[in-house]
C-alpha cells in the first residue's frame, strides 16, 4: 500500500516541479516581453540580456584593465614598472645625455618640471606577455603608462603585438590612448 | 531487493564480467577543467577511479619564489581563477602577519564585502554548472546572468573582471569608486529573488533531487580524516567554518549563520546537500554585505605598508575561500623575495576523496559527484 502511494506522490512530486520551473522561465519570458523592471535607472537585467557583440558594444568602465599605453613626454626612465611586472613584458633602455643632447626638456608638470638627465633609448611593451595585472601603472610616479580600456587589438602575427613607443611607423602604428 | 551497488557481488553468484577501463577527460565537459579520471567499471558499475591531475600545473609556487612579494599576487589569483579575491586575500594575509601590519576599519569592510560577492560569484558558477550536469540548462543560464553583475561591479571597483589583482599587504589598492555601494547594495535586493527562483528550478525540482539526493554520501568523521573543508565539510553536518571559528578581517562583528547539511532532502554529506549548502551560504553572504555596506567606516583604503616588504619568519595562515580553508605557508628569510611558498589547497583534497567515493558508484552517478564538490583544477594542479 505505501508502495503505491509513493508512486502517486512521485507523479504529484514530477508534476508540481515542472510546473514550478515552467513557471519560472514564463516569467522571464514575459519579462523580455516588455515586461522588464528597471529600478532607479539601473536595470538589472530582467529581460533580455545579450549582447549582439560586434555591433553592439558593451560600456566599458573607464578604470578598467585592458592594452598598456605610454605618453612618451612624460616617461622619466626611471624603469619602475619593468622591474615591478611580474611576467617582463617591458623593456627600457635609457642612458646619460651627453652635453649637446641637453635639450632643457623638462619631466611633467604634475612631477615637479624638473630637467631631465635620461634620454630614453628603447620602450616596448609586449602586450602578448602582459598579464594585465596593473602593477606598473600604480608605481609610474610620472603617470604616464595607463591601462586603456581599449580591449580590440588583436594582431595576425604575434610580433606585431610588441609596441615600440618610441618609433611609429606604418608597420607598427601608435596605438589610440 | 539486493544491492547491486555492493561491490564484488558478481563472486557471490559465481559470475565473472571484463572490467573495462574508460577515461573520462580532460576534455570532458563535467569535470570542470582538465582533470582525467581513469574508471575501471564493471558495466555500469565502478570498481575504480584513479584521478589524473597535472595538466594546468603553472608552478605558481616556484614563481612566486622567484619575485617579491607583491609580484606573487597576480599569481595567486592564477590559482583559483573562479574566486581569484579569495586566493589573494589569503596570500596578502598571510604577508601581513609576517609583517604585524594594523588594517585600517575601512579596508577590512571593504575586503569583506569583496570576498562575500565573490563567495557569491563562485558559488554561483558552481550551482549553474551542476545543474548543467545534471541536466537542467537553465539554471545554467540564470545564474551566469546574476554573476555578470557581480564580475560588473568588480570590473568598476578594480578594473578587471575575472584576475583581479586588487588585495595588497596593508589593504586594497583602490578604494571603492563612487556609487559602487548603491550598485552592490541593489544587487543584494535583486538577488535574493532570483536564488528563489533558482530553488524552484533546481533545489526542489524531482528529476534533481533523484539525482543527487543518496548519491555519494560522505560521512562527518570520513570528510575530517581527509581532511575536507568548506561545504564539501559542511554538506556533512559538520559546524565548521573559519568564518566565526577563526575570525579575521573583522568577521566576528558581522552576524551570520554558518550554514551545515541538515539533510532536508536526502541525508547529510550527499550531493544534494552539500549543494544546498552552498546556495544557503548565498543567502548569509548577502546577510554580510548589507550588513557591511550599512557600516563601511570611512577612512584609509590601505595602511602605510613598505613598497616591496622584507619579512622574517614563519607563517601559516588560513582563510575560508568559497571552495574551502586555503592556507598559505611563507618561509621568509628577510630577502626581498620569499624562500618558500607552499598552498594547501582546498580543491585538492577533495579531488583525493574522488576515489574511495566513486567505488560501487553507478557511471552517471560520476558527474554528480564530480559536480558536488565543486573543484577547480586550476587550484589542484596550482
Redesign the interface.
Known amino acids: 500500500m505505501s508502495s503505491l502511494r509513493q508512486y502517486f506522490q512521485?507523479i504529484n512530486?514530477?508534476v508540481?516541479?515542472?510546473y514550478?520551473?515552467m513557471?519560472?522561465?514564463l516569467?522571464?519570458f514575459l519579462k523580455t516581453q516588455g515586461f522588464r523592471k528597471v529600478?532607479?535607472g539601473?536595470d538589472?537585467?530582467a529581460g533580455p540580456?545579450t549582447i549582439s557583440y560586434p555591433e553592439v558594444k558593451d560600456d566599458?568602465?573607464l578604470?578598467?584593465?585592458n592594452r598598456l599605453f605610454m605618453h612618451q613626454e612624460g616617461c622619466i626612465s626611471c624603469n619602475q614598472c619593468a622591474v615591478?611586472c611580474?611576467v617582463e613584458c617591458i623593456t627600457i633602455e635609457s642612458r646619460k645625455k651627453t652635453a649637446e643632447e641637453d635639450d632643457g626638456s623638462k619631466t611633467p608638470a604634475h612631477f615637479g618640471s624638473k630637467p631631465l638627465k635620461l634620454k630614453l633609448l628603447r620602450f616596448d611593451i609586449d602586450e602578448a606577455l602582459c598579464?594585465?595585472?596593473?602593477?606598473c601603472t600604480?608605481?609610474c610616479p610620472t603617470e604616464c603608462l595607463v591601462?586603456t580600456p581599449e580591449y580590440e587589438y588583436s594582431k595576425f602575427d604575434r610580433d606585431h603585438l610588441i609596441y615600440d613607443y618610441l618609433n611609429f611607423n606604418d608597420d607598427n602604428p601608435l596605438p589610440e590612448g | 531487493m539486493k544491492d547491486f551497488t555492493e561491490p564484488h557481488h558478481e563472486e557471490d553468484i559465481g559470475l565473472q564480467t571484463e572490467e573495462m577501463t574508460i577515461n573520462m577527460g580532460p576534455q570532458h565537459p563535467s569535470t570542470h577543467g582538465v582533470l582525467r579520471v581513469v574508471i575501471k567499471s564493471d558495466g555500469e558499475i565502478i570498481r575504480g577511479a584513479y584521478p589524473d591531475i597535472g595538466y594546468l600545473h603553472r608552478c605558481f609556487e616556484k614563481h612566486t619564489e622567484n619575485r617579491e612579494y607583491i609580484q606573487g599576487i597576480p599569481f595567486t589569483s592564477r590559482m583559483d581563477y573562479v574566486a581569484a579575491m579569495s586566493q589573494e586575500l589569503g596570500y596578502v594575509l598571510a604577508i601581513e602577519k609576517l609583517l604585524n601590519l594594523e588594517i585600517p576599519e575601512r579596508a577590512q569592510a571593504i575586503r569583506v564585502i569583496i570576498s562575500e560577492l565573490q563567495r557569491i560569484a563562485s558559488h554561483l558558477l558552481s550551482i549553474g554548472t551542476y545543474g548543467l550536469d545534471m541536466g537542467g540548462f537553465t539554471a545554467f543560464l540564470y545564474a551566469f546572468r546574476d554573476r555578470e553583475k557581480v564580475l560588473r561591479i568588480f570590473e568598476e571597483i578594480c578594473g578587471a573582471r575575472l584576475l583581479y589583482n586588487y588585495m595588497r599587504p596593508g589593504g586594497v589598492s583602490r578604494d571603492l569608486t563612487p556609487g559602487v555601494i548603491d550598485k552592490i547594495k541593489d544587487f543584494t535586493k535583486y538577488l535574493k529573488p532570483n536564488l528563489d527562483e533558482m530553488n524552484d528550478l533546481l533545489t526542489n525540482n524531482s528529476i534533481f533531487v533523484s539525482r543527487t539526493a543518496h548519491i555519494g554520501i560522505m560521512d562527518v568523521n570520513h570528510s575530517i580524516s581527509y581532511g575536507l573543508s568548506g561545504p564539501n565539510l559542511r554538506g556533512s553536518g559538520f559546524n565548521w567554518d573559519l568564518r566565526k571559528d577563526q575570525p579575521y578581517c573583522g568577521y566576528e562583528k558581522y552576524d551570520f549563520d554558518v550554514c551545515v547539511g541538515e539533510g532536508e532532502r536526502g541525508e547529510p554529506g550527499d550531493c544534494w546537500n552539500r549543494y544546498y549548502v552552498r546556495m544557503k551560504e548565498m543567502y548569509q553572504s548577502l546577510r554580510i554585505i548589507e550588513q557591511a555596506c550599512e557600516s563601511l567606516p570611512e577612512g584609509e583604503h590601505t595602511a602605510k605598508a613598505p613598497k616591496s616588504p622584507k619579512p622574517v619568519g614563519e607563517i601559516y595562515m588560513e582563510s575560508e575561500c568559497p571552495r574551502g580553508t586555503l592556507g598559505y605557508h611563507i618561509v621568509a628569510d628577510g630577502g626581498k623575495k620569499p624562500w618558500r611558498v607552499k598552498a594547501k589547497s582546498p580543491c585538492f583534497i577533495a579531488t583525493s576523496t574522488i576515489d574511495e567515493m566513486c567505488r560501487g558508484m553507478m557511471l552517471a552517478d560520476v558527474v554528480a559527484f564530480l559536480g558536488s564538490i565543486d573543484i577547480v583544477l586550476g587550484e589542484v594542479d596550482r
Open positions: 512521485n512530486d514530477g508540481v516541479s515542472t514550478k520551473g513557471m519560472v522561465t516569467r522571464a529600478r532607479d539601473y538589472y537585467g540580456i566599458i568602465p578604470n578598467s584593465r615591478i611580474p598579464c594585465f595585472c596593473g602593477l600604480e608605481v591601462h
